[in-house]
């Protein structure tokens, strides 16, 4: 007698195989993908701190404003490139995303005027709009349940790996040539990788001929089984629904924090310690290296005891806490304050996989990949919001009401889990709602 479990999943040399052949060949092509996106996005930060806010005589808010607006254009698309990916293909969505925004990453370090870069600055954020959600979509129909806050966190490490080594190699670009340089040399890359991964990726497992058609078949029949019982909803049942609702206000308000302290922590470190742009961009580099080492715990814990809400939860608070005192410690105290930031931007890092592996578990499978795109475009509203109120309140270095304002985003992001609830088995969108 065999039970449905058994009958779903993947057993000896297949899911051996299986598993490995995935997790090899996926999970490396993913985690490139995501920090080229990030690489692209958070190099600005690098080259305002290296002499382009200064060259174009931009104010504080005007530089937030020009971080910001990449967000802006980030926003309207999520939704329209979660529905394109799950519905046709993320394969396809992407490879053409690599290309625009590798030549609208380049183009930063071209346009002349402050006027040519707001414009450049949105649409890059139109074209890399597309990377969470079909990543996020791509990662459902290639990994179970029980596997995705590992696959997800393997993604998502992308974002702190990639600030790591670019803070560093961005500060000594800018060194060695300018700001401009570094733009055209950090975003040509993303057009060859665009090739790589049409050649590496398949939408889903029945389309790999790397797998063997057993192999296969019963990873699709696993997917399947796990997703059985869904039934269609309506184009936009997935902004109607409450769960995904809270849940973007949160994201959204995470976010605020999130960006407003990765945007502004290059500027931070240089004012508190005094360095130039090389040292500043060794500096910077070290939360990062931090936060990817809590991401891989947060990951494993959250696969190990699936408690997924709480750890978010005790993390944002906890890194709302400790952000807001590594200013109180005051500008005079650069080690101390120092120390500080590097633990708060570890703990705002380390719950996204378990984060994005929630999302799914709460919100109806039928809406969950256009609800996660909707919760990511809220969220780069709150990375529109973050750098241009920072940039008003003094740029992150002046006043106590920026890191405050940060602190505030963050704390309220994690009590509103207190408001989420698993689903039920058997919660889902009818196809009747929100049809039209």
Known sequence: MTSNRGSSALTGEAASFTTSQRWRRLIPVIFVTYSFAYLDRGNYSIGAAGGLQHDLQMTSFQAGLLGGLFFLGYFFFQVPAAAFAEKRSAKRLLFWSLILWGLFAAAQGVVPTYGLLLIVRFLLGVVEATVIPSLLVFVMHWFSDAERGRANSFMILGHPVTLLWMSVLSGYIIQLTNWRWMFIIEGLPAIVWAFVFRFLVDDRPSDARWLGTRESDLLQQRLDGERQGDTPAGQFAALKAPRVILLAVQYGLWSVGVYGVVFWLPSIIKS???????????????????????????????????????????CLLAGAVVFYFSFRVGLGNFLPAFILLIVATGLLYAPYGPYFALIPEVVPRNIAGTGMGAINAIGGLGGFVGPVIVGWLGGGTKSDAAFLFLGACLAVSGLLLLFVRPRGKASRVESSEGAG
């Not at 961009?281 to 709480?310: E, K």
Request: aromatic fraction near 10%.
């Open 272 to 314: 508190l310690s005094g360095s130039a742009i090389g040292i500043t961009g060794v500096l910077t580099a070290i939360p990062y290296a931090f936060a990817t080492v809590l991401m891989i715990v947060a990951s494993w814990i959250s696969d190990r005891t699936h408690q997924r809400r709480w750890l978010v939860l005790g």
